[in-house]
């Protein structure tokens, strides 16, 4: 079955402590990506990868960083959590940029 | 750069209404446009799309046209149910030198009453 699966599902976590947001496609997808969605605001972009070994910032990088060392894998790491990065985070892959994107189930992330 | 403007919500109509959520784009080049739609606890679905101008996209009954000249992609359905109820985003997707952004409007969430 086609798909992006993120983990963990929820998480509540301490600020200050470093977290790492899994994200996988087994779609052999080029193009993946990690939003967040927060009320009133909703989804913003955070990175981008156009591809192994290439990735981006979107609209919102700060206080993130992603790596994209294989096809499948684009995680999404939290150096030092603060409370404002509190959100419900989306991670997404499409075949190439432009094409259908697919979305993972998201992350909720509470960072007290 | 890019934007998405969609109009507020909540919206909320009772079955077998007709229903149009607004959408308006601002973008430097000739972006696709997409509507997804999020049910309550899930990701989101793409929904319907159009790649180009005077593209219609459809699907499940619901209606997009792109249009270049006014910036718009609304999105419409003739009779809604109450399996309809959902978080609706309007979505542009751009690409740039060797990069591809997608920008979202800040959602409608739209709720339909027996």
């Known amino acids: 079955e086609a798909q992006v699966t993120q983990n963990p599902r929820y998480l509540i976590t301490v600020t200050g402590k470093k977290l790492t947001v899994t994200c996988s496609q087994n779609?052999?997808?080029?193009?993946m990506s990690w939003y967040r969605q927060d009320p009133g605001l909703g989804l913003r972009q955070i990175y981008y990868?156009?591809?192994?070994?290439?990735?981006d910032k979107g609209d919102v990088p700060e206080g993130y960083k992603v790596s994209r060392k294989e096809k499948r894998n684009f995680p999404l790491i939290l150096e030092s959590p603060s409370p404002n990065q509190t959100s419900l985070y989306f991670c997404?892959?499409?075949?190439?940029?432009?094409?259908?994107?697919?979305f993972g189930e998201g992350s909720w992330l509470t960072v007290v | 750069g890019d934007s998405v403007t969609q109009m507020e919500g909540p919206v909320t109509l009772s079955e077998e209404a007709f229903l149009t959520i607004n959408c308006t784009y601002t973008?430097?080049?000739?972006?696709?446009l997409f509507w997804y739609v999020q049910y309550p606890g899930e990701g989101l679905q793409l929904l319907l799309k159009a790649t180009k101008a005077d593209d219609k996209g459809s699907n499940k009954g619901f209606e997009a046209t792109y249009r270049k000249e006014t910036t718009s992609f609304h999105l419409e359905k003739g009779s809604v149910q109450v399996s309809d109820s959902a978080v609706y985003f309007c979505?542009?997707?751009?690409?740039?030198?060797?990069?591809?952004?997608?920008?979202f409007g800040k959602g409608t969430k739209l709720s339909v009453i027996p």
């Open positions: 979505a542009l997707g751009d690409s740039g030198a060797g990069s591809y952004q997608l920008t």
């Open positions: 997404a892959s499409s075949f190439r940029a432009g094409n259908t994107i697919y």
């Open positions: 990868s156009m591809n192994v070994e290439v990735t």
């Open positions: 779609m052999n997808h080029e193009y």
């Open positions: 973008a430097t080049g000739y972006p696709s």
